[in-house]
């Protein structure tokens, strides 16, 4: 009797651990969600590189210029946009510094539209609405700079290394102007292109 108890207790055990390898095997093949852009969502930092000219059309190039910036849903969102990478370019570093002091901390926020993803990574068109830019001193207006961009290609983030990568590209510049709807723009080509780490 004693046999036939641990000859069943033997043959139980071996039929519990055939269905938990099973139930493992089974957990191993299931198909890898794809990503959406709430897995992209959290703080980012890491590095851009800028690439333009200057207002006699010398060209200017930086490299691995610190940047952070946050995610939210479908939006990324610079606290801190780099304006001064921009003016530096234009007027030059002394006088882009003096500029960026009377702009102060410019946020902007550009928009995820139409993502593609999969279980590795997602890309997007990026909608990047018209800068504007409140130059100021001593609390009064001086001017109010509007910049337009785009972004060519698509975002992208690898979720191996949680790592995001986009370029925006300056288009036109110009200056907003009470009662004008559709200031004139001028030329101003710039790239930017952004490299950033999930925290």
Same mark, same amino acid.
């Given at each position: 009797?004693? /046999? ?6 033997v ?14 095997? #089974? ?5 890898? &969600?794809?990503?959406?852009? #709430?897995?992209l969502?959290?703080?980012? +930092? ?15 190039? &930086? ?27 234009? +007027? ?23 993502p593609?993803? #999969? ?10 609405? /018209?800068? /504007? ?7 009064? @207006?001086?001017?109010? +700079?509007?910049? #337009? ?8 983030? @690898?979720?191996?290394? &949680? ?34 780490? &999930?925290?």
């Amino acid at each position: 009797m004693k /046999r036939f108890f641990k000859t069943a207790f033997v043959l139980a055990m071996s039929f519990t651990a055939l269905a938990f390898a099973g139930c493992s095997d #089974d957990e191993k093949n299931l198909p890898e &969600k794809d990503l959406t852009v #709430d897995n992209l969502s959290g703080n980012y +930092v890491g590095t851009f590189n800028f690439e333009g000219s200057d207002m006699e059309g010398n060209p200017v190039k &930086k490299q691995d210029l610190p940047i952070s910036l946050n995610v939210e849903k479908n939006k990324v969102i610079f606290p801190e946009f780099p304006i001064s990478a921009i003016l530096s370019a234009l +007027v030059g570093e002394e006088a882009g510094a003096g500029l960026a002091g009377m702009i102060g901390k410019l946020s902007y926020t550009v928009e995820m539209v139409d993502p593609v993803a #999969d279980a590795q990574s997602l890309s997007s068109t990026l909608k990047t609405p /018209r800068l /504007r830019i409140v130059v100021a001193a001593e609390g009064v @207006t001086i001017m109010v +700079v509007l910049i #337009d961009l785009e972004s060519p290609g698509k975002m992208v983030y @690898t979720a191996s290394n &949680k790592t995001l990568t986009f370029v925006l590209k300056t288009t036109k510049f110009g200056y907003e102007e009470a009662g004008v709807d559709n200031p004139e723009m001028f030329p101003l080509l710039n790239t930017l292109t952004f490299k950033v780490v &999930k925290k």
